[in-house]
């Protein structure tokens, strides 16, 4: 008998852990959809793994209903669609492509500036020197693109990311519930604006170019040649000088 009331025993706790683990995978097959749902921008499903059989007893793989309704179904979050990510790299453009405007206008003045003074609006040394600005612009917008680009990529890494985790961590303590809120604040998070660092000096090497140039062609001419620059373009001599530029 005793052996008997054993094999009871054990029956009997081999179907609470068949039924636990049956709650358990409901629970997770519900906070995985939730969780998809959340991100995909789709109506958020009640949890379903909560139900209580209209006799009143638990039903294997399934949990008593709460006593409050769940606040989250039907609740729908935007979602990261295609359009979201192609988003996030024109936000970076709008952000950068003004600054770059600037800065190139700001070129193109103390360019403009340096050719008047020395008379040579109409030379060849403003068409190259126009080329060389032309050059260093191609290179700052293809690296904003490559930067948007880099922007957008990074954030589908993210959400993918974030998806991932929420459902391990699901997995670990098949609370759909748990789930289906921290599904909520990643989103909300990942969906908040960035916030970008201003850009640094594009065509720092175009206008310094032109003040080492103006310094050596100046030292040059007021020291009668004792101080060589390392060519002479003509275009910051004085304006009153009497070098002949041709």
């Known amino acids: ?91 970076y453009q709008n952000f950068a492509t003004p600054q770059l405007e600037d800065q190139l206008a700001d070129a193109r003045r103390k360019l403009t500036f340096a050719l008047d003074r020395s ?24 690296g904003i693109a490559d930067t948007a680009l880099t922007t957008e990529q990074n954030a589908r890494n993210a959400v ?6 929420l459902i391990s961590q699901l997995n670990t303590t098949g609370d759909s519930t748990l789930a289906a809120n921290d599904a909520l604040a990643r989103a909300t998070a990942l969906s908040a604006p960035q916030q970008y660092s201003p850009l640094g000096q594009l065509f720092s090497n175009f206008t310094g170019a032109l ?24 275009l910051f001599a004085p304006s009153n000088s009497s070098i002949k530029v041709t």
């Open 119 to 142: 008379r040579l609006l109409d030379s060849s040394t403003r068409a190259s020197k126009e080329g060389q600005l032309a050059k260093d612009e191609g290179a700052a917008r293809q």
């Open 1 to 91: 008998m005793a052996k008997k009331g054993g094999d009871d025993a054990a029956a009997a706790n081999a179907a609470q852990a068949r039924s636990d683990e049956q709650a358990r995978q409901s629970r997770i097959r519900s906070g995985t959809a939730r969780i998809k749902a959340v991100f995909d921008g789709t109506p958020i499903p009640a949890d379903t793994s909560t139900t209580t059989n209209p006799l009143g007893f638990k039903v294997p793989g399934q949990a008593e209903a709460p006593a409050t309704p769940d606040p989250l179904a039907g609740n729908t979050f935007g979602g990261f669609t295609d359009d979201f990510f192609k988003q996030r790299r024109q936000d």
């Open 160 to 165: 993918a990311g974030a998806k991932s985790d």
């Open 211 to 234: 003040g080492t140039q103006a310094a050596a062609e100046r030292a040059q001419y007021y020291s009668n040649g004792v101080v060589k620059a390392p060519f002479n373009t003509g």
